[in-house]
């Protein structure tokens, strides 16, 4: 475990691409000019390979698993001749043979089912990452601010924090659970807020995750407003001071691997999350943080 931790430190180092956590600036979040040097490519290196061991215990995973296929295939594809051949030694009857190709049948079948059910990561896992993505976030946040003040010099900066919620499975079913976030200083998510579980088609993440599309709240505009009608009492109580919101689904070959969004509160006159350089900002960043998220989402 001490040599996984120390090549993870040298791999990560050697690329002058880690920040160790405790010594980012608490303040950062609103510094538009300190972000800059978390490049995309940085940090889903990260994510391809955790560490050096990660990477080489998951080829040898791999690899055991595809032993084992071939073996239970080819035991599958002859057994029935080999089972020919023991009952020709007479080491088996007709009925002894059945039983083995009934067995041979049911464990081949059961360990193909196994190999395409979902991997949800453990929490374990998300926390590994928790410091790449969340400099990532912090990036985002800034280039959002930068984006606001190219719009509008003269305005006041409204409050705006940016979230990423996964896929979590639990035993009755899936929902979406905020994982990262970046938040300007001072400010942040409530317990409340993080413990939230949103169903498909709940809410503007939830709305995102179901159909794969880009959704909007305004507390000001009616067209925006239906998906907030919805919400449960206590979703309305914990998100009683958000005004505007912004949802983007992240996407990982058509599937829905995380959402990203944008809330604020203020309105979308002051957020401008309908801006098409704000959405073309959020877009591009929800695009490259697929490769930081997990595809079969997250152990409840």
Known sequence: MRACGILTFLAVLRNDRFVEPDLIDPDHSLSLGSLG??????????????????????IMKQFWKGVISVALAMALAYGWTWTGVLKDLHWIDDEGRVKILVAITVVFFSQQVWLVLPRPVARESVDARRPIVSNYLDKL??????????????????????????????????????????????????????????????????WAWKHLEITLYDSNDPDHQ??????????????????????????EKGKVVGVLSLDG????????????????????????????????????
């Not at 040097?37 to 998951?58: I, Q, V």
């Not at 309305?236 to 689904?249: D, E, G, M, Q, R």
Request: contains cysteine; charged residues 20%.
């Open 37 to 58: 040097r978390y490049s995309y490519s940085s940090l889903t290196s990260f994510a391809r390979a955790d560490s050096p061991c990660s990477n080489k215990r998951l």
């Open 141 to 206: 946040l800034a280039d959002y601010y930068r984006t606001l003040q190219s719009l509008h010099p003269n305005a006041v900066l409204p409050v705006v924090r940016i979230n990423v919620m996964f896929p979590t499975r639990g035993l009755l079913g899936s929902f979406l659970k905020i994982y990262y976030y970046a938040c300007p200083q001072g400010v942040t998510y409530s317990d409340r807020e993080k413990a939230l579980h949103w169903k498909k088609g709940q809410g503007q993440c939830g």
């Open 226 to 251: 239906m998906l907030a009608r919805r919400l449960t009492s206590e979703q309305k109580a914990a998100l009683s001071s958000i005004k505007s919101v912004l949802s983007l689904p992240i996407q």
């Open 265 to 300: 509160k203020h309105d979308i006159t002051e957020t401008l999350f309908t801006d098409s350089a704000i959405v073309s900002l959020a877009e591009s960043y929800s695009e490259n943080l697929s490769p930081l998220c997990f595809s079969d989402g997250v152990k409840a």
